[in-house]
C-alpha cells in the first residue's frame, strides 16, 4: 500500500506485546510503504484513552506476552481475510478467547493503564501525523 502508517505503541503493553509490533514494522519498512512507531516508555495498553495514571488489571482480557512472534503474526491476504501462519488457520478458527487454543497466551492479567504523558504526546503525535498526510494545516 501506498498509504502511510502511524504505530502508537506501548513499552509495557502485554496485550499487543511490543517487540512482534516492532517486526512488523520492518516488514511494512522493507515493503516500500511509510512507516512510523513511536514506543511511548512505561505506557501501558489503552494508554491514549485511558485518563491519569490509573493502572488496571483487567481479568476477562488475555495477556499475550509470552507468545513468540511467529505464534502473534496474523497476516492480512490479498483477499481481505486475516490469516496465522503459524496456525495454518484465520484467527476465527483458532478461536483463541474462547478456547484458548495459543498455549503462550493467559487469562486474568492484562494490564491496562493511563499514562498521562504518554496521552498527551501521542495525540500531539497522531495530529502531526494526520496533518501532513492529510495536507492539513
Known sequence: TDTPVLMLLAEKDNMAPIEPCLDYVQRIKNSGTEVEAIVYKGAYHGFPVLSGNK?????SLADWSNCTKEELLVLLQDDGTWYSPHFKMTPDEIDVLGKD?????????????GNEEAKVKS????????RRVFNLN
Open 123 to 130: 495525540i500531539k503525535a497522531y495530529q502531526t501525523f494526520l
Open 101 to 113: 487454543r495459543l498455549n503462550c497466551m493467559v487469562h486474568g492479567e492484562a494490564i491496562m493503564g
Open 55 to 59: 493502572i488496571v488489571k483487567v481479568p
